[in-house]
C-alpha cells in the first residue's frame, strides 16, 4: 500500500494520484493541510523538507518531486503506456515533463497563486508575469497536439497527466490557454477516469 501525502489544491499531487488511478495501484492519501500551514510543520518537515506535497511512502523509500515519484511507481510496475520504454518515445514524454515543470508551472503558479489563493492580497506583478509567459506558451502547447491526440501519440502518458495537472490548476482561476487543439486535448483528458478522480469535489 503506498501513502501519498497529499492536499487536494495542490497540482503536482494530483498528477500522481492520476497515475494510481490509472494503475490501479493500492494507495492511502493523507491529507496536509496546506491551509493551515501543516506543511511546515516539524511532522511533517521531518517527512519533506522542502515542505511541499506530494510526498510517496513506499515501505521504507520516502520520495519527493511529483516526477520522480511518477517515474518510480512507472518503473517498478512496468508501466510502459504510461512511460514509454522505446528511448525517442520515451524522450518526448521527457521533454513535456520538463517543459511542464520548468517553463508552464511557474506561470500556473504566477497566476494562480496571486489570482486565487492570496485573495486580495495578490501580487499584480506576478500576474502579469503569468499571463505573459502564457501567451508565449500556450501555442508551443497547442503546436504539439497538432498532429495527434496526446502529447506524445495516440494514447497519454505520465506527460499528459503532468500539464493536464496544470490545465486544471489554471481553471481554478477561471484562465485557460488558448488553443483549438488544447481545449479538445483537455476535452479528451476530461474522459479519462483515473485523470478525473484525482479532481478536487467541484
Ligand atoms: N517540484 C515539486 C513541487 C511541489 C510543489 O510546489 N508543491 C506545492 C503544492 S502544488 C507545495 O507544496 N507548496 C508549498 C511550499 O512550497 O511551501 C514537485 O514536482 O513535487
Known sequence: MYILYHFPYSQHARRVVSLLEAAKLPYELRHVDMASGAHLSAAYLAINPNHQVPTLLDGDLVLHESNAILRYLCHKHGLTDWYPADPKHRARVEQWLDWNQCRLSPAVIDIVRNKL???DKGDL???ARGEANLRE????????LAAQDF????KPTIADLAVASN????GLAKVSPPGAHTAAWYQRMGTLDAFRKSLPPA
Open 117 to 119: 489563493f492570496r485573495g
Open 125 to 127: 506583478a506576478a500576474i
Open 137 to 144: 506558451l500556450a501555442p508551443i502547447l497547442d503546436a504539439g
Open 151 to 154: 502529447l506524445t501519440g495516440p
Open 167 to 170: 490545465l486544471f490548476q489554471l
